[in-house]
């Protein structure tokens, strides 16, 4: 992910591209957060890594809002 890029767009993306990988819960989680960009790794210091739940992603979004606002 670019730092030109939105959180919503990276994240449709990543699953289109999970659906053609057999990996487990626990590599795409790490692959989806390697991949973000470092000011949302930044943001996320207190906050915990990504998860399959839909709470990690919408903090991310809520990151991506402020930051494009």
């Given at each position: ?21 057999q ?47």
């Amino acid at each position: 992910m670019h730092d030109s890029h939105q959180a919503t767009k990276y994240f449709i993306k990543f699953q289109q591209l999970a659906t053609h990988v057999q990996w487990g819960d626990a590599a795409l989680r790490h692959q989806a957060y390697n991949g973000l960009a470092k000011r949302f790794k930044d943001n996320m210091v207190h906050h915990e890594k990504l998860t399959p739940s839909l709470d990690s992603r919408k903090l991310i979004q809520a990151i991506d809002t402020r930051y494009w606002e």
